[in-house]
């Protein structure tokens, strides 16, 4: 016969009537606690404390179960510091693209300073003559060269490149009219030309 006791008030009424208990029926242990063995694994001991408020037990022949209120277990996982993977590759993408245009904006300034300081050392020297220039113009080209394969990949502005390139241009020849090498046509000569 099944008995159902429920304690509601606390659970010192409900140890003591449980001292009496035992599996066989007989009297148990006079222990403040009463413990009992539990078949097949169910429950290993049947205790109660003072600061529980509610205990339901039941027996069902020689086999004691307490049932206690189930209890929903939430795992909650922080959110992880790192980055998500497209994230991760956009940042990998963008500092291999970074790498690789700071590589061609810096050939295409050295070889534009090398072609300044080529036509700035031209203007200074006095005894220049005109076949030293074709040295310069070498170094323009590759200038040139540099500037326009970094606009191909948009390491620099189209605009920019040929700003660039203009500049060049315009320095040497400032350096050919200083020297002499280069007249430039004046308005009614030029009109005549085209004509």
């Given at each position: 016969?099944?008995?159902?006791v429920?304690?509601?008030?606390?659970c010192?009424t409900?140890?003591?009537?449980?001292?009496?208990?035992?599996?066989?029926?007989a009297s148990?242990?006079?222990?403040?606690?009463?413990?009992?063995?539990?078949?097949?694994g169910?429950?290993?001991?049947?205790?109660?404390?003072?600061?529980?408020?509610?205990?339901?037990?039941?027996?069902?022949?020689?086999?004691?179960?307490?049932?206690?209120?189930?209890?929903?277990?939430?795992?909650?996982?922080?959110?992880?510091?790192?980055?998500?993977?497209?994230?991760?590759?956009?940042?990998?993408?963008?500092?291999k693209?970074?790498?690789?245009?700071?590589?061609?904006k810096?050939?295409?300034?050295?070889?534009?300073?090398?072609?300044?300081?080529?036509l700035?050392?031209?203007?200074?020297?006095?005894?220049?003559?005109?076949?030293?220039?074709?040295?310069?113009?070498?170094?323009?080209?590759?200038?040139?060269?540099?500037?326009?394969?970094?606009?191909?990949?948009?390491?620099?502005?189209?605009?920019?490149?040929?700003?660039?390139k203009?500049?060049?241009?315009?320095?040497?020849?400032?350096?050919?009219?200083?020297?002499?090498w280069?007249?430039?046509?004046?308005?009614?000569?030029?009109?005549?030309?085209?004509?």
């Amino acid at each position: 016969m099944a008995t159902i006791v429920q304690c509601l008030s606390s659970c010192a009424t409900l140890n003591s009537k449980f001292k009496s208990l035992s599996l066989n029926g007989a009297s148990s242990s006079s222990s403040p606690t009463s413990s009992f063995s539990i078949r097949r694994g169910v429950c290993s001991s049947l205790s109660f404390a003072q600061s529980v408020s509610q205990c339901v037990a039941f027996s069902s022949g020689n086999t004691w179960v307490q049932k206690k209120p189930v209890r929903q277990l939430t795992v909650c996982e922080a959110a992880p510091t790192k980055k998500a993977d497209s994230a991760a590759k956009r940042a990998r993408q963008a500092e291999k693209r970074r790498v690789y245009n700071k590589s061609k904006k810096s050939e295409a300034r050295t070889r534009m300073k090398k072609v300044l300081e080529a036509l700035d050392g031209l203007k200074k020297k006095a005894d220049a003559v005109p076949d030293e220039i074709v040295t310069v113009e070498k170094l323009i080209g590759e200038a040139y060269s540099a500037i326009d394969k970094a606009v191909k990949v948009r390491a620099l502005h189209k605009n920019t490149g040929a700003r660039r390139k203009s500049r060049l241009a315009r320095r040497k020849k400032a350096v050919e009219i200083h020297h002499g090498w280069y007249v430039p046509a004046t308005a009614p000569e030029a009109a005549t030309m085209a004509a």
